[in-house]
């Protein structure tokens, strides 16, 4: 017997039939099919108990109510809140990406100090310990009015608390961002005395008469506002949108005016001159004037006649005679200030014109106008006790009136105009006009301490950082703001145990103070926050935990005297910084965040790429600007602030002559610890090309863009 | 022309007899041949189905062992334990703080797998990461409520008597899928005796064109 070829044939053969025939070929076949459906590299969610909480989105002054829909303990998707009095059901798309902040790679995940130009992470008790030596040293030296603090807004206990901090340890400097908010109370305080806000009654008006207001791109309380607009249709209620670009509200609107960069004030105050002349005004509402009512008719009259106007604003006289003629004799008409999200550079002069409009035609405390309310002041705190040092520090002027004049004045003297700085929910590196000198400022005082959540450009810049948990993690009192037509106070509640080692910053403000000791540790005997809160809401607390909000107030206010001193001194309008021929204004985009804060990845992923594409920033121009240059091709923009690299995007909804920049990129929250390649490295921040413009009388920054040219790159 | 025609005009008988004894040979080789196939048959049909299953499944202990049987007894039906929430859904297997509704911070009973309980999982607050015997892929939508409360089913048709039983067995895990082997079923040829034996696709589809008359739709579980 020989083995040869036929042997090894069967025996091939004999295996490949014995597998054939054994489950082998079947169960595998059946395996690598369920293995290649179920990656076992792609996470599959943990399955767990549905339930629902409810808290408000602190993410922008808007405080809508939300619904966060978790799996056992695990947040897993927020959606708006059915019958919240500010959005009822609706919510935006950064509220929806909202638990993307939470594991943020550019999170803070416990106390850091620097340590050259690196962060250490270090316990509480040390960085508690570190701010309170360092505070009490400047108290030793009897300068306590050289501490400052920078947040995003006056009202909710956690601003309170700061105040009280600042109050007591004997410093009047409390600074605020400048928002949509701050300037409603400077323009209320302007015309009609302190203590007031304005409001905006959108969702009843038949006539609004928007300056740039961008409502469906983030003014006001953004889900309010597109749901105002949505319901204009039904209503019959007409909007007319004055801007230099065709923005979506632009474009949404019953009619665009395209005007000149920078003179809304002119127009506003040409529309006053005409309802004016025409005697189409409300006899009964001019009564309230005060502050030289026929001073100011007479300058309008002699200075803002149409056909100047025309000139200066590039809208022809009669469409401005007739849109005065159709404001004037609407039933519900209504002026808005605040261009674009309403956080940007703005003057006294524009928004007290604008806010004159409504004054003249009688629509002030009227059902679809613009309501005088006083100040929310739901928060009792208990009377402040001061020794003779925080009397001394607390009676001095401060520093500076708003805070670009802090950092003014910081830059300008050589011994520490502020010898510690508190910087909470607010990003002034990043948000400020020219913020390579606001980053000058910051270098210049001796101890920064940030309370962000995030790594941002501020935080980079602070000595100590004390991380605050995020919206969804902690407790806070949100009052709503941001023009709404109603006063609600919502609760946000935390939803998630911290995810790290963070606090609420409203009990680091406390902490801070019990290790200052004497006197300044008395104003705060509360054991933590929660109980701060519940002792200072008293009158609301049970309806406020219990149902998650409280209406403070709903409707029009009482009739109110109105001052109009500023506007009949006929201030001068603001001019762009620069001599170069074309105007570089930002623009607001609703997926993007100007604040101090970034947008989510989530939102920045539905940026369109006439905005950004790749990680280069998209201008727009119109094509008769161009001058040679072609669409999609990069370019040199400079301004007397610098240069930089953009993409062209020719657009004819941009006028002639104006260059527009998207606001919210160019964030840089990459050090050597982390990074956040989601949002940052993507693009420019405008702000860094824009100079601050500083409007006299009122102090406020008024450049509402600067002048530019471009180039070849 | 070919050798064998060249041979018969030469008339040889030598050449015949070679043939011959040539295809004695050849009978001889496929002989052998036979044998060889029958042998790798043989050998690798037995390694498909007694081997293979051990190469293919990894076996793994349970944290510790759990007396189904006693907890039965003690607390009532599979329903104390294993629940539909308010909303329908299916609690699976119980959580800790389930546990801890009968179970105290000190042991009950003095075996070594209460110890391990408590020690490891209720003083240290973890939650116990049982092995899961009847754990479906992801993409499978599946409703106990359906079948439990709207349509009376038993729990054993599906998941058969772990409830009488006293001890876990081993869990046996897919080394290809991650998925337990009582998903495809003990017997590797896929046959089965009784309801429970497999818990596959073409199971639910059976259940369903004898109940319901329709096997049913894709999307009515992968949705």
Not at chain 1, 77 to 98: M, Q, R, S, T, W
Not at chain 1, 186 to 208: P, Q, R, Y
Not at chain 1, 478 to 503: D, R
Not at chain 2, 196 to 201: I, L, S, T, V
Request: aromatic letters at 8%.
């Amino acid at each position: 017997m020989k083995v040869d070829r036929r042997s090894f044939l069967g025996l091939g053969l004999g295996a490949v039939a014995g597998i054939a025939v054994s489950p082998v070929g079947l169960k595998l076949t059946d395996d690598s099919s369920i293995w290649t459906q179920n990656w076992p590299w792609t996470p599959v969610p943990v399955d767990g108990e549905v339930t629902y909480e409810s808290s408000v989105c602190s993410l922008c002054p808007g405080s809508c109510g939300i619904s966060v829909r978790k799996i056992d303990e695990r947040p897993v998707k927020i959606e708006g809140l059915a019958d919240y009095p500010v959005n009822d059901g609706g919510v935006c798309l950064h509220g929806i990406a909202g638990l993307q902040y939470l594991y943020d790679p550019a999170r803070i995940k416990s106390p850091l100090k620097k340590n050259g130009d690196r962060f250490e992470e270090i316990s509480w008790d040390d960085a508690i310990a570190i701010v309170a030596d360092k505070l009490a040293d400047i108290r030793k030296k009897g300068l306590p009015e050289k501490l400052a603090c920078i947040t995003d807004k006056e009202q909710g206990s956690v601003s309170e608390l700061f105040k009280r901090l600042l109050k007591t340890f004997g410093s009047p400097n409390f600074y605020t961002m400048p928002s949509l908010e701050s300037y409603l109370d400077v323009t209320a305080a302007a015309m009609h005395g302190e203590g007031k806000t304005i409001a905006f009654d959108l969702e009843n008006s038949d006539f609004i008469l928007s300056f740039g207001a961008g409502i469906i791109e983030g003014w006001g309380s953004p889900v309010s506002c597109f749901k105002a607009n949505a319901s204009r249709k039904e209503r019959h209620a007409k909007l007319y949108q004055i801007e230099s670009r065709l923005s979506n509200t632009a474009a949404n609107a019953d009619k665009w005016i395209p005007i000149k960069p920078g003179t809304q004030a002119d127009l506003a105050l040409g529309l006053c001159a005409v309802i004016l002349k025409n005697n189409l005004f409300d006899s009964n509402a001019t009564v309230n004037f005060k502050g030289g009512f026929n001073k100011l008719a007479a300058t309008l009259q002699k200075e803002y006649a149409p056909s100047k106007i025309a000139d200066i604003t590039g809208i022809k006289a009669s469409d401005i005679e007739k849109m005065a003629v159709l404001f004037a004799k609407a039933k519900m008409p209504l002026a808005v200030f605040g261009q674009g999200r309403g956080d940007g550079a703005q003057s006294l002069k524009e928004l007290a014109a604008v806010h004159t409009l409504n004054c003249l035609v009688g629509n002030i405390n009227k059902k679809g106008g613009a309501f005088v309310l006083p100040k929310n002041d739901y928060l009792k705190f208990p009377d402040e006790s001061m020794d003779g040092i925080s009397k001394t520090g607390f009676a001095k002027a401060k520093t500076g009136r708003y805070v670009n004049q802090l950092i003014e004045k910081v830059n300008a003297s050589s011994q520490p105009a502020v010898e510690a700085l508190f910087v909470y929910n607010a990003n002034p590196c990043y948000s400020l006009h020219d913020s390579k000198s606001v980053k000058q400022a910051f270098g210049k005082i001796p101890f920064v301490v940030s309370f962000s959540s995030f790594l941002d450009e501020t935080a980079k810049e602070a000595d100590i950082i004390l991380p605050s948990h995020t919206f969804l993690e902690r407790l806070e009192d949100v009052p709503s703001g941001s023009g709404l037509a109603k006063s609600v106070v919502g609760l946000t509640k935390p939803v998630i145990e911290p995810v790290f080692n963070t606090k609420n910053p409203g009990d680091a403000v406390i902490l801070i103070a019990k290790a200052l000791e004497g006197s300044i540790a008395q104003n705060f005997e509360w054991e933590t926050y929660e109980d701060c809160l519940e002792n200072i809401t008293s009158g609301i607390w049970d309806s406020l935990s219990e149902d998650g909000h409280v209406v403070i107030s709903e409707g029009p206010g009482e009739s109110t005297a109105v001052n109009v001193s500023f506007l009949s001194k006929n201030p001068a309008s603001i001019q762009a910084q620069g001599d170069y021929e074309l105007t570089l204004i930002p623009i607001d985009n609703m997926r993007l965040i100007n604040a101090g804060m970034a947008a989510s990845p989530f939102a920045i992923k539905t940026v369109s790429d006439t905005v950004l594409t790749g990680s280069d920033i998209v201008i727009e121009m119109n094509p008769l600007t161009a001058k040679g240059l072609k669409d999609k091709e990069f370019a040199t923009l400079t301004t007397p602030m610098g240069k930089t690299r953009v993409m062209i995007n020719l657009n004819e909804g941009m006028m002639p002559g104006v260059i527009g920049m998207v606001e919210g990129l160019g964030h840089t929250f990459n050090t050597k610890n982390m990074s956040n390649k989601y949002v940052s490295g993507k693009g420019v921040n405008v702000n860094d090309l824009i100079g601050p413009v500083i409007e006299s009388g009122s102090g406020l920054d008024a450049a509402f863009g600067i002048k530019a040219k471009i180039s070849k790159a | 022309m070919s050798e064998t025609e060249n041979k018969t005009e030469n008339g040889s008988m030598e050449s015949a007899g070679e043939c011959t004894a040539g295809d004695t040979k050849d009978d001889k080789g496929l002989g052998l041949g036979v044998i060889f196939f029958i042998v790798a048959f043989v050998v690798c049909f037995l390694s498909g189905t007694l081997l293979f299953p051990k190469l293919l499944y990894s076996k793994k202990k349970q944290p510790f062992n759990f007396d189904h049987a006693l907890h039965v007894s003690e607390a009532g039906d599979c329903e104390s334990c294993h629940s539909l929430r308010e909303d329908g859904s299916f609690s699976g297997i119980p959580k800790l703080a389930t546990c801890l509704d009968c179970h105290a911070e000190d042991p009950m009973g003095e075996t070594e797998d209460e110890a391990i309980f408590v020690e490891e999982y209720v003083s240290k607050e973890k939650e116990i990461p049982w092995y899961v015997y009847s754990r479906q892929p992801d993409c499978v939508f599946f409703s106990h409520a359906a079948h439990t409360e709207a349509n009376g089913m038993d729990c054993v048709t599906c998941h058969g008597h772990i409830g009488e039983s006293t001890s876990l067995k081993p869990y046996e895990e897919n080394r290809i899928t991650g998925y337990s082997r009582d998903i495809w079923g003990k017997n590797i040829f896929g046959i089965k005796k009784h309801s429970w034996d497999r818990m596959k696709m073409d199971d639910c589809a059976a259940c369903h064109k004898k109940e319901t008359g329709h096997q049913g739709y894709c999307f009515q579980c992968h949705k």
